[in-house]
């Protein structure tokens, strides 16, 4: 049964869902031609799409009908598109829209209280990882940018304070205030904290350095081919990809 725009769900606002994606991606729009009410968005890549749906078929059991459409943004001449998912309004999005917007510009509300779930989707959609130090360590980087130092300040504190994360303040070209960190045991106590609410789709983004080191293992011993930007074990090659990765 769909619930009509002016028929609370008081669920919503403490969702951990919603809040990690407000987070990152998400964000609030208002409607007031139609019902006068806020309704929730969230844009990712085609390749993305399976992720949107889990997001789509989440909202259908609370009563919230969504829709997705492809948009477009043109960057030097060159289109790239986009998938954006777009619930139907509820007036307690009006409530969300107006802690997350209180002057207009979306900030991070004083009362949010993180916790697994809520930074497991804000990693998500605005987490980024790499292994440096040739696999000696995994730099960990969440986008912050649209954020002010402030809110930014008292994320690194709660994450410090509540979950023994070490992050810090990284000023991004002496304009964005990001996240990161590269002590390994924050990285590996953050990965262990989030990977049980990654989607397959965002499972690259999972970095453990005893992966790592089975990858390198395995690679200088030859027993790898490479495969395009993939890699198999030399036991069962692909006839098409026989060249053994360089050591």
Same mark, same amino acid.
């Given at each position: 049964?769909?619930?009509?725009?002016?028929?609370?769900?008081?669920?919503?606002?403490?969702? @951990?869902?919603?809040?990690?994606?407000?987070?990152?991606?998400?964000?609030?729009?208002?409607?007031?031609?139609?019902?006068?009410?806020? $309704?929730?968005?969230?844009?990712?890549?085609?390749k993305r799409i399976?992720?949107?749906?889990?997001?789509? @078929?989440?909202?259908? /059991?609370? %009563?919230?009908?969504?829709?997705?459409?492809? /948009?477009?943004?043109?960057?030097?001449?060159?289109?790239?598109?986009?998938?954006?998912?777009?619930?139907?309004? *509820?007036?307690?999005?009006?409530?969300?829209?107006?802690?997350?917007?209180? &002057?207009?510009?979306?900030?991070?509300?004083? @009362?949010?209280?993180?916790?697994?779930?809520?930074?497991?989707?804000?990693?998500?959609?605005? %987490?980024?990882?790499?292994?440096?130090? &040739? %696999?000696?360590?995994?730099?960990?980087?969440? $986008?912050?940018?649209?954020?002010?130092?402030?809110?930014? @300040?008292?994320?690194?504190?709660?994450?410090?304070?509540?979950? *023994?994360?070490?992050?810090?303040?990284?000023?991004?070209?002496?304009?964005?205030?990001?996240?990161?960190?590269?002590?390994n045991q924050t990285?590996?106590?953050?990965? *262990?904290?989030?990977?049980?609410?990654?989607?397959?789709?965002?499972?690259?983004?999972?970095?453990?350095?005893?992966?790592?080191?089975?990858?390198?293992?395995?690679?200088?011993? %030859?027993?790898?081919?490479?495969?395009?930007?993939?890699?198999?074990?030399?036991?069962?090659?692909?006839?098409?990809?026989?060249?053994?990765?360089? *050591?």
């Open positions: 049964i769909m619930v009509k725009a002016n028929e609370p769900i008081p669920y919503l606002l403490n969702d @951990d869902m919603i809040l990690g994606l407000m987070l990152s991606d998400g964000y609030l729009i208002n409607h007031e031609k139609t019902t006068g009410h806020s $309704a929730f968005v969230l844009g990712q890549t085609p399976d992720f949107l749906n889990s997001v789509h @078929d989440y909202f259908l /059991t609370l %009563g919230l009908k969504s829709s997705l459409r492809t /948009t477009y943004t043109t960057i030097k001449g060159v289109k790239f598109p986009s998938i954006l998912l777009t619930t139907s309004n *509820n007036i307690v999005f009006d409530k969300l829209r107006n802690d997350w917007y209180p &002057n207009g510009k979306k900030i991070i509300p004083k @009362d949010l209280i993180l916790n697994q779930k809520i930074i497991s989707f804000w990693y998500q959609g605005d %987490g980024y990882s790499r292994y440096i130090n &040739n %696999g000696q360590s995994v730099e960990i980087t969440i $986008a912050t940018d649209s954020f002010k130092k402030e809110d930014v @300040d008292r994320i690194c504190l709660q994450l410090k304070t509540r979950f *023994n994360l070490n992050f810090h303040d990284w000023f991004r070209y002496k304009k964005y205030h990001t996240l990161k960190t590269y002590e990285t590996e106590r953050f990965m *262990n904290l989030v990977e049980p609410y990654i989607h397959p789709v965002f499972q690259y983004k999972i970095k453990h350095l005893d992966k790592f080191t089975k990858f390198k293992e395995l690679k200088e011993s %030859g027993k790898l081919y490479k495969c395009g930007s993939s890699y198999r074990l030399a036991l069962t090659p692909n006839i098409f990809c026989k060249s053994k990765i360089p *050591n």
